[in-house]
């Protein structure tokens, strides 16, 4: 297997998402759909990661934060939904104002005492 065909195959999945409701659009679009759908994918994923990391590391301390992070995962999955339905304009606030609101809220209602933030 040549190494370019490899990289193909490690790289399909984020082509994939990248390319969520880029059908029919002129290429300025498409770039920038492609970068809010890249940028809410990653987001999600360090999101999960993160509450994973949370499940193993205490379940019992870490309830409300882990409860909010999938919460918060969830919104990133619906900027990329956003994205399939052709509302681009509505998925960039979304990913302007979802990471914002995740670090906001969980700090200011989470606060110093989870040891997280």
Do not use: C
Request: proline share 3%.
């Amino acid at each position: 297997m040549s190494s370019a065909r490899g990289w193909h195959r490690l790289m399909a999945p984020a082509l994939r998402v990248a390319n969520v409701g880029v059908a029919d659009q002129p290429p300025a679009e498409v770039r920038r759909i492609q970068t809010i759908n890249l940028i809410a994918a990653g987001a999600f994923f360090f999101n999960m990661t993160s509450t994973i990391l949370y499940s193993v590391l205490n379940v019992r301390e870490l309830a409300l934060v882990i409860f909010s992070n999938i919460l918060w995962s969830l919104l990133y999955l619906a900027v990329i939904y956003a994205n399939a339905r052709g509302k681009s304009d509505l998925a960039l606030w979304m990913v302007m104002i979802v990471p914002w609101a995740n670090l906001t809220i969980a700090s200011a209602v989470l606060g110093r005492g989870t040891g997280v933030y």
